[in-house]
């Protein structure tokens, strides 16, 4: 037997050197706790050399720092010293070839300008090295009011494209002025670089706007860096004195700790910076020192602290190893030594104990195994004999099972496999079976289960309606359904019958679900497209016909339209030659034909002809048949289509005959009528486009080549206009190919499709020629007319001068008053209508008067010729822009005099002041109102305009006649008279 204590025991002992073994465990544990313990020590090691070392460069830095803004500060007092000798010359002397600024100059090279400021801040003297800008700085406002605070004023980084970047700095002087230079900022950034005292690092002035002033590196001055938005220029502005120390990135990028310390006396800032890998070098060196302290005192105690527990610990681990294999191997004889009554030793002594009393329990086992083994061998005659019986028996109840597991697996292969569904059922409704095809019409897993745990309710319903109609009449049952699936709803046709046991009995149901969709849908697009074919050829507006491949192409079919010529479908088709005998004469032999090559060819037929109905219209067909072919490719018969295409043929006609007449209308024009398309090219030019360009080859050239080049750039702003919509008319002289030069006029007219898009553009030259001429001749007639009409004004104007010339001789020698007054108001009428001719003859136009200046003339006249009168009168005249013609502003000039005369002598008796209002207003159609009033004594009551009024009032209404008008008068608050009147066209 084997001892059952080996299962237990590894089968080699090199399992101990396994990296878990306990030494290793204890090894490594060892080395944890000396590591921890190093590792705090050198994190306090490591700290306090960092704060000793920051601590150290800190004040280095600040030192730096301080010891840079002192050398800069002494730098400054010697340009102000500089500055202040340049205040104590002579204004004389400061030129850049005066020795004094030689040597100012020489003992400040930093400075490249110098000027002298008078108390007013106007420049007094200048010198320069480079240019003279100084100038034109507007540095002197901030300068002035500095001074009352400070010695020295430094101004912010100045650059320009011609000159090298600078700082102006100044100082008052004696006489109340100010000495000023400009600082070279190159200078500063040497005196920058000298004072650095290490090869890496950098070292900066910043002013307090931010902007690096100077730099140890120029580049940063040049492209006017600034320190604004940087966290470390908030952190040096908000320290204590602007001392300040800390660690960041700087302009180039680096991690860098700086110092800073502010320049006495100016607003600058000295900036000092380090690189943090040369600052912490201490700190590394101490943390490589620590780290290799650890490793090497570590790899000392692993060794002395590993000899030692192999001494005490491993050597009594091993034989104590060693003895527990054996006794697992089955040398239950065998004892552990033991050295020491330790632990170990108590272990060993334990397990030499177990092992005695496994040896005493191995005897026991081995005698009673010998026991049964005698058992064992009686017992196996007896069952061998017993197998024999057996054995046959199993044979054949095997072959049975064989041809039983043959037959289920036919079964079952049929069952799983069949692409239909196949179900079996209890009595009771219940599945006991469903192969895949059935499992896509089932929503569960039916097995066990009855249709209303299975299916919808209403297909439930139907299943057990068939199951009862299977068990109550014992005949099969077929229902068609649809039933809802994963590739949808599907229709199935199931079929239903009784399954019977070996006895005959009914022991359940059999069913069969076949999926007939895609014979139903086939069924039905079918029966649709047959529905919308018969529709379609029935309402189509063509005869469909179907014909026999036979001499005659006998009717087979012909579609209801048939109507169209008089015949029913049943007359066409019964009568094979009725078709040819209603074609015209003159197409039959060619349609004939036409049907003849078809039934021998196969190919396409497409004719066009004339047919005769039934009561002889004659109407116009076009068909359209192709030949059907079987499955075989054997022609079976014709298929075609006649559509009526009378109305086209009338309108082709009618069109042909309109082209015709727009073709004759167009040649017979006397204008040139051509279409150009959008590429530029003639599509139609009529017959006198042709005998201009003397040619009748236009059709299909561009434009150019027609044109010529120089014609063409001269009308391409016009053609670029028309074809990008908009029509164009425009004057054009030029000498045509026929050899005549002629005025014309051009319009393009753009052709815009459907949608809008530019086709082309129809062109219209209209000779001018003859008609400028004429134009000339009327011009040149009309201008000497125009000359005659003003000489006719003229001398009109001349002779009623000389008439009112003689009126006033006449009074002059006249000394009764009355006769005086009437030569008087006749020479006033007369130079009114002597100013119209005046005017006339004075105008461009001489036809109409401008009323405007024409009433302003005469009432002025008026108030002269009655000065004394008109002394205490004002006089207010409001005429609109208006143009009257000579028939209308004569008697308007009259009434005008009229009306005025007679207020100046009568509405304002014994030198009476008032107003006299004059105007004329333009209404609404054509009519003017015209208004004379006064605020003088008025109107008596009892003159009458038209019987008891004076000769002037007798005239104003003869004058009112004349014009047609309507005349009011107001007699409230003075005179007023109204009238109303209206241009004769």
């Known amino acids: 037997m084997a001892n059952p204590l080996r299962a237990t025991v590894p089968s080699s002992p090199m399992y101990v050197r396994h990296r878990y073994s306990l030494r290793w465990r204890l090894l490594i544990l060892l080395g944890l706790l000396f590591l921890t313990a190093f590792l705090l020590v050198g994190a306090g090691i490591d700290r306090f050399v960092e704060n000793a070392e920051e601590q150290l460069w800190e004040e280095r830095q600040g030192e730096a720092s301080r010891y840079v803004a002192e050398t800069v500060v002494q730098f400054l007092g010697h340009l102000r010293l500089s500055l202040a000798l340049l205040g104590g010359l002579d204004a004389k002397e400061i030129h850049i070839d005066s020795p004094a600024v030689q040597s100012l100059l020489v003992s400040a090279p930093a400075l490249l300008e110098v000027a002298l400021l008078g108390p007013d801040g106007q420049v007094v003297a200048a010198a320069h090295l480079d240019k003279a800008l100084l100038a034109a700085q507007p540095w002197l406002g901030a300068a002035q009011p500095a001074h009352n605070t400070m010695d020295i004023f430094l101004g912010g980084l100045e650059q320009t494209l011609t000159a090298q970047p600078y700082v102006v700095i100044t100082t008052p002087t004696e006489t109340g002025g100010l000495a000023a230079a400009r600082l070279s900022v190159a200078a500063l950034s040497d005196l920058l670089d000298r004072l650095h005292k290490t090869d890496v690092g950098h070292t900066y002035i910043v002013a307090d706007d931010g902007r ?17 938005g940087r966290p470390e220029w908030a952190a040096m502005l908000a320290a204590p004195d602007r001392i300040w120390y800390g660690h960041y990135v700087n302009f180039q990028g680096l991690e860098v700790v700086g110092g800073t310390a502010p320049v006495a006396g100016a607003d600058w800032l000295v900036v000092t910076e380090a690189p943090q890998e040369l600052t912490y070098v201490m700190r590394t060196r101490a943390r490589q020192l620590v780290v290799g302290s650890t490793i090497l005192f570590g790899l000392m105690v692993m060794v002395v602290g590993g000899f030692f527990l192999h001494r005490m610990l491993l050597l009594p681990l091993t034989s104590l190893r060693t003895g527990v294999e054996r006794i697992g191997h089955g040398d239950l004889e065998y004892r552990i030594p033991t050295a020491s009554w330790n632990e170990l030793g108590q272990l060993a002594l334990a397990i030499n104990q177990m092992a005695a009393r496994l040896a005493d329990r191995e005897q026991a086992l081995r005698k009673t195994s010998d026991e049964l083994e005698v058992r064992v061998h009686e017992r196996t005659a007896a069952l061998a004999a017993a197998n024999e019986d057996l054995r046959a028996e199993v044979e054949v109840r095997r072959a049975a099972e064989e041809a039983l597991r043959e037959s289920e697996l036919r079964y079952r292969t049929l069952f799983e496999t069949a692409p239909v569904g196949i179900f079996t059922k209890t009595l009771d409704g219940r599945y006991t079976s469903a192969n895949p095809a059935d499992q896509l019409y089932l929503p569960r897993n039916p097995h066990a289960r009855a249709d209303h745990a299975v299916l919808t309710l209403e297909q439930a319903l139907i299943d057990e309606e068939t199951d009862r109609q299977v068990l109550e009449k014992g005949e099969s049952v ?11 709803l599907r229709t199935v046709l199931t079929y239903k019958a009784l399954l019977h046991d070996t006895s005959g009995n009914a022991a ?9 969709t895609e014979w139903r849908q086939a069924e039905l697009a079918l029966r ?14 063509a005869i469909t016909y179907t014909a026999a491949l036979d001499r005659f192409a006998s009717m087979i079919y012909v579609s209801p339209q048939i109507s169209r010529l008089g015949f029913s479908a049943a007359e066409w088709v019964a009568d094979p030659g009725l078709f040819a005998r ?3 004469p003159d197409d039959q032999e060619r349609v004939v034909a036409a049907m003849a090559q078809l039934c021998a060819t196969g190919e396409p037929l497409q004719i066009e002809y004339r047919i005769y109905t039934c009561d002889r219209r004659l109407l116009w067909m076009s068909d359209q048949a192709i030949v059907i072919y079987n499955q075989s490719g054997r022609p079976i018969q014709i298929q075609g289509m006649m559509f009526d295409i009378t109305q086209r043929k009338e309108a082709e006609e009618a069109l042909h005959d309109s082209v015709r007449r727009i073709r004759l209308i167009a040649d017979n024009v006397p204008a040139l009528i051509a279409y150009i398309d959008d590429q530029e090219i003639y599509r139609f030019a009529n017959r006198k486009f042709q005998e201009w360009y003397a040619t009748n080859d236009i059709v299909g050239k561009h434009l150019k080549e027609i044109a010529g080049e120089r014609q063409y750039q001269a009308i391409r702003n016009y053609v670029d206009t028309a074809l990008s919509g908009s029509p164009i008319t425009f004057d054009y002289t030029r000498t045509y190919p026929d050899g005549r030069r002629r005025f014309v006029e051009i319009a393009y007219i753009p052709h815009f499709a459907a949608e809008g898009q530019v086709l082309g553009f129809f062109t219209l030259v209209q000779d001018l020629t003859e008609r400028k001429v004429a134009e000339e001749q009327i011009k040149a007639s009309l201008e000497e007319k125009v000359l005659l009409i003003k000489e006719i004004h003229h001398r009109v104007k001349n002779n009623l001068q000389v008439i009112s010339s003689l009126l006033y001789l006449q009074a002059e020698q006249i000394t009764d008053p009355r006769v005086r007054t009437i030569l008087q108001d006749s020479q006033n009428r007369v130079k009114s209508m002597a100013l119209i001719h005046e005017k006339l003859y004075q105008a461009k136009d001489q036809v109409r008067v401008d009323v405007a200046e024409y009433i302003q003339n005469l009432t002025g006249y008026l108030f002269r010729s009655y000065a004394a009168q008109a002394s205490g009168i004002q006089l207010y005249v409001k005429v609109d822009n208006v143009q009257l013609g000579i028939d209308t502003a004569m008697p308007c000039g009259l009434i005008i005099n009229e009306l005025l005369s007679n207020a100046l002598k009568h509405a304002f008796p014994a030198g009476r002041c008032g107003e006299i209002h004059v105007g004329l207003r333009c209404e609404p159609e054509g009519h003017y109102v015209l208004v004379v009033r006064d605020t003088g004594v008025g109107i008596p009551p009892e003159v009458d305009l038209q019987k008891n009024a004076s000769l002037g009032l007798q005239l104003v209404h003869t004058l009112v006649k004349q014009l047609d008008a309507n005349i009011e008068i107001h007699r409230a608050a003075g005179a007023e008279f109204r009238i109303c009147f209206a241009e004769p066209h």
Request: glycine share 6%; no cysteine; charged share 25%.
């Open 212 to 228: 690096i002033v100077a730099h140890s590196d120029p580049d940063l001055v040049t492209t006017a860096s600034r320190m604004t």
């Open 478 to 488: 077929v229902v068609e359904q649809e039933l809802p699936t994963d590739k949808g």
């Open 508 to 516: 359940g149901i059999l069913g069969v679900d076949l999926d007939i």
């Open 528 to 541: 649709e497209t047959e529905i919308r074919y018969r529709t379609l050829v029935e309402q189509l507006p």
């Open 582 to 584: 209603q074609l015209h």
